[in-house]
């Protein structure tokens, strides 16, 4: 049977065991937290009751202050590591908009609590007990939707390389997010429109739909959805479109020159103008680029090909162009790509599948190939060359 001490001090518990004697401890809070001297006239129990209470008061007004972001970082915490990062020169080569994001996801994750049964926030957390364990937690949390707890963990390891980084000495020695694995696998990214997909989709939605415009302005300019968005007459001089590209405008700003093509001037035509955007809305209003590329994406699914993108047009082209010879400096030229590593990755696989026709015709398994099927015309005594032999 549990009483009520009769001792003028709150939070006293006692408890009689089965012979009998009478015990003591400190309760608040509906928790135990340890058992007092015997003897609850004694200064022992005295120094005791106020030990554990002090001590109680203190962790409560502790984790009290922990409940809340404070306006200044306390040094050495999680919290004071985002902190670099976002005065870091890495945070601040961003473009504005990208800033803004980065630090919304920031102060989402220091805002969030430990765990259930731990209320204190995650902005408080030590930088010397956090861990890859703790990084997986703020990702998971953000499972159903993997891309946003890649994004979380994209951005944790920029701010611990930002911390590794930091001057007069680094406020962590490693990287611990890169020890924790994306949800996604490494992919190519969007796939990539190939020309019977192209034929496919005009097909289904007919020349003279806002779909067709929209992909005729993909296929003869190679623009992002960012970029379709915004284009309009005012970007037209003479038989070019001349515009600021969307994409890092702020922090590297590229200005694009793109003939228009005969095929794309014949399609423009065919669209009275309405506003200062050749894509315009149902209800006369320049697309979002998210409603964009959400109404592109619709039209592919209409048109019964559901993988494809906005993007997926700028890919295939590029690809076409590299298969059809276009060097590194007309892909870089056209794409506005600042990287020589972008255009590289096509012109690289163009050559690639070149080589590989070419290297076909070097096959040459000798007397094996008699064994086994050969087209009409081809002479079986042609197989057995000379070179052939001396396999």
């Known amino acids: 049977m549990n009483d009520l001490a009769t001792i003028d001090q709150p939070f006293i518990e006692t408890n009689r065991s089965r012979h009998g004697k009478l015990r003591y401890y400190f309760r608040i809070n509906g928790q135990r937290i340890c058992r007092l001297p015997d003897n609850p006239h004694s200064e022992e129990f005295s120094k005791a009751y106020w030990a554990a209470r002090n001590g109680t008061i203190i962790a409560e007004a502790a984790v009290s202050d922990e409940l809340t972001l404070p306006g200044v970082a306390r040094p050495n915490t999680f919290h004071f590591l985002c902190s670099h990062y976002l005065q870091s020169n890495a945070f ?223 890919k295939g082209l590029a690809t076409n162009m590299a298969e059809n010879e276009a060097t590194d400096l007309m892909l870089e030229g056209m794409f506005g790509w600042t990287d020589p590593k972008t255009s590289k990755i096509y012109t690289r696989n163009a050559q690639r599948a070149k080589l590989a026709v070419q290297a076909v015709s070097k096959i040459n398994w000798g007397e094996i190939e008699n064994k086994l099927p050969h087209p009409e015309g081809v002479v079986a005594s042609q197989a057995a060359t000379p070179e052939k032999k001396a396999l």
């Open 92 to 314: 601040q080569s961003l473009d504005s908009t990208t800033q803004a994001k980065r630090r919304a996801i920031i102060d989402s994750m220091l805002l969030e609590p430990i765990s259930k049964t731990d209320k204190r926030l995650y902005a408080y957390m030590p930088i010397a007990i956090l861990d890859a364990a703790n990084i997986e937690v703020l990702r998971d949390r953000k499972k159903e939707t993997p891309f946003a707890a890649d994004e979380r963990l994209k951005i944790l390891r920029q701010v611990f390389e930002a911390g590794k980084s930091a001057k007069p000495q680094p406020l962590v020695k490693q990287n611990i997010a890169k020890l924790v694995a994306s949800f996604r696998k490494q992919t190519d990214g969007h796939a990539t429109a190939r020309m019977e997909e192209i034929s496919q989709f005009i097909e289904y939605h007919g020349q003279a739909s806002k779909a067709v415009l929209a992909i005729s302005l993909l296929m003869f300019t190679g623009v992002r959805v960012s970029d379709l968005a915004q284009i309009g007459p005012q970007h037209r001089r003479g038989d070019k479109l001349e515009f600021k590209v969307f994409k890092n405008r702020n922090r590297k700003p590229v200005i694009l020159q793109i003939p228009i093509h005969p095929i794309l001037d014949a399609v423009l035509k065919l669209h009275p103008l309405k506003g200062m955007a050749y894509m315009i809305s149902e209800h006369n209003k320049a697309y979002s680029i998210k409603g964009l590329g959400n109404r592109v994406s619709d039209w592919f699914t209409q048109a019964g090909l559901p993988h494809l993108s906005a993007h997926s047009v700028r």
